[in-house]
């Protein structure tokens, strides 16, 4: 255990759905992070969140809204997704930003969008 | 050209032998590289991370960073049928959060 959960671990959803990722980390960290890892790709930053304010917005699509109520918490918010879309969605949190911040992954959310 | 190389594998080696995984980069800004490691199904899972030349050890690992080669390897020695697993590359430039990654490199430690 990274001391990083994410609900839930797996999630089916047809592509007019509303669904939510959550992401709640025990670390103390600042830092929060949303990846996709889709089969044979680099894993995708897609969000980055620091104190609560979202530093980084990685060319990500609008059908996912991402949502930082507190240093502790991060959501995902999907709508209208695409089957390409279906990955592992992971959360990860660090110390601070920062070039040598360690970060800390949860166990990831598989998605399948139909 | 891809930011981060990594040979996909699988790489095979036998259980007791060195491991020797290999990373090139293209960014000569990159400043931290990082070695995860990814079991099926799971999370990657921070092994080390190295941000000077030369080589940093860690128990049975060793990462080595040679930023005039761009490459940054990582060793691991006595390796074990539990160190199979995926292993991923990633680098980070200097004030900047973003991690990026390789695809990986499958390892598998035969018994």
């Known amino acids: 255990e990274t001391g990083v959960t994410q609900t839930p671990r797996h999630l089916v959803m047809g592509m007019t759905n509303k669904k939510s990722l959550k992401c709640e980390q025990h670390l103390g960290h600042n830092a929060m992070y949303w990846y996709k890892q889709s089969a044979k790709k680099p894993l995708e930053l897609m969000f980055v969140y620091n104190f609560k304010e979202q530093t980084e917005n990685n060319s990500v699509p609008s059908r996912f809204s991402p949502e930082c109520p507190n240093s502790s918490h991060l959501f995902l918010h999907l709508h209208t997704l695409q089957p390409e879309d279906s990955a592992l969605y992971l959360c990860?949190?660090?110390?601070?930003?920062?070039?040598?911040?360690?970060?800390?992954f949860g166990p990831g959310t598989r998605l399948t969008v139909t | 050209q891809k930011e981060v190389e990594q040979n996909s594998g699988p790489l095979s080696v036998p259980e007791g032998a060195i491991a020797s995984l290999n990373c090139t980069y293209s960014?000569?800004?990159?400043?931290?590289f990082f070695w995860y490691r990814q079991y099926s199904g799971k999370s990657p899972e921070l092994i080390m991370f190295?941000?000077?030349?030369g080589d940093k050890e860690d128990g049975r690992f060793t990462a080595q960073l040679n930023k005039a080669s761009q490459y940054v390897s990582l060793l691991i020695r006595d390796s074990q049928p539990s160190d199979s697993a995926t292993y991923l590359c990633a680098y980070t430039n200097f004030g900047n959060e973003k991690l990026t990654f390789g695809t990986g490199t499958r390892l598998t430690i035969i018994p």
């Open positions: 990860a949190s660090s110390q601070d930003r920062g070039f040598i911040a360690e970060q800390y």
């Open positions: 960014d000569r800004g990159s400043q931290s």
């Open positions: 190295i941000y000077s030349n």
